[in-house]
């Protein structure tokens, strides 16, 4: 096979097409949870706090000297990095617990299907044969 050939048999299976649509769908829905948290949480959080912005919050580590810039510790990006964090991870949770929960119903729904008779037992079996010999002997 060629290189191309073995490329498009790899980009043409199923879970590769679905990672891909996962990846763009995923992109968007960062955007989405930023927004939120940028948007929405972030100034709530402001409120409580007296500070402007959260993203803002840093520790100096380290003044500026002449043209050396201060060594900050940014951790009020990093608490809005959280945040983020914490929102798409519960979303993927509860996708993931969505599908697990129709899996497990179309799993259970051929169990319920009427089951059929049980095989007869060799008892049963030898029953009916010895009823046809005795039919086949009676006949004679």
Same mark, same amino acid.
Request: hydrophobic content about 50%; proline content about 5%.
């Given at each position: 096979?060629?290189?191309?050939?073995?490329?498009?048999?790899?980009?043409?299976?199923?879970?590769?097409?679905?990672?891909?649509?996962?990846?763009?769908?995923?992109?968007?829905?960062?955007?989405?949870?930023?927004?939120?948290?940028?948007?929405?949480?972030?100034?709530?959080?402001?409120?409580?706090?007296?500070?402007?912005?959260?993203?803002?919050? #840093?520790?100096?580590?380290?003044? #500026?000297?002449?043209?050396?810039?201060?060594?900050?510790?940014?951790?009020?990006?990093?608490?809005?990095?959280?945040?983020?964090?914490?929102?798409?991870?519960?979303?993927?949770?509860?996708?993931?617990?969505?599908?697990?929960?129709?899996?497990?119903?179309?799993?259970? #729904?051929?169990?319920?299907?009427?089951?059929?008779?049980?095989?007869?037992?060799?008892?049963?079996?030898?029953?009916?044969?010895?009823?046809?010999?005795?039919?086949?002997?009676?006949?004679?």
């Amino acid at each position: 096979m060629t290189l191309f050939s073995d490329f498009k048999a790899f980009a043409m299976k199923g879970n590769v097409v679905d990672m891909a649509v996962g990846v763009v769908v995923g992109g968007a829905f960062s955007k989405i949870v930023s927004s939120l948290v940028n948007d929405i949480i972030m100034p709530l959080a402001s409120m409580v706090t007296g500070q402007k912005d959260i993203s803002n919050l #840093a520790l100096v580590l380290k003044e #500026a000297a002449g043209e050396n810039p201060a060594v900050t510790l940014n951790y009020g990006m990093f608490i809005q990095n959280i945040v983020d964090f914490l929102i798409i991870a519960f979303c993927i949770f509860m996708c993931i617990r969505l599908l697990s929960g129709l899996h497990r119903k179309q799993e259970a #729904a051929p169990a319920a299907a009427p089951l059929q008779p049980a095989p007869p037992t060799t008892e049963e079996l030898l029953g009916e044969i010895r009823a046809l010999l005795e039919k086949n002997l009676a006949q004679k």
